[in-house]
């Protein structure tokens, strides 16, 4: 059955804003919406809105925990998720938004710069995953 569509607001239609800010259809159609708690997607939709055309933001925790009504565990609980989704880079006091990956995310997401890694995490990708085997 075809839905056929109908403008309700003719005078209100989305247009797109001077200023640089979007939202990829690609985080729900490859999955990334499910790697993350409603906190992380409110942090990301405040960075997407306020960073520049390179992603980068330079927002201040506390200024962004105020808009978000977050505590700063929370905060930094919901960056952690964003980072691990491979979906944005923090090097303190810098946020960056990362481009998507064009297959969605798949396995361990890969740590981005700035980012802690145990010598065992660096082996175990330059040896490669099947000499564990």
């Known amino acids: 059955m075809k839905i056929n569509k109908m403008v309700l607001c003719p ?3 989305r247009k797109v804003p001077g200023q640089f800010s979007w939202v990829d259809q690609r985080l729900v159609r490859q999955g990334y919406i499910q790697r993350c708690e409603p906190a992380a997607w409110a942090l990301y939709l405040v960075l997407v809105i306020v960073s520049d055309a390179q992603g980068l933001s330079y927002y201040s925790d506390g200024t962004i925990g105020r808009m978000l009504r977050l505590d700063p565990v929370s905060l930094s609980a919901a960056r952690s998720q964003l980072i691990e989704a491979g979906l944005v880079v923090y090097q303190k006091p810098i946020y ?7 297959n969605g995310p798949s396995g361990p997401p890969q740590p981005r710069s700035g980012q802690i890694r145990s010598l065992n995490e660096i082996l175990t990708q330059v040896l490669g995953k099947g000499a564990q085997a």
């Open 11 to 13: 005078h209100r239609l």
């Open 96 to 102: 960056q938004v990362l481009g998507l990956e064009d």
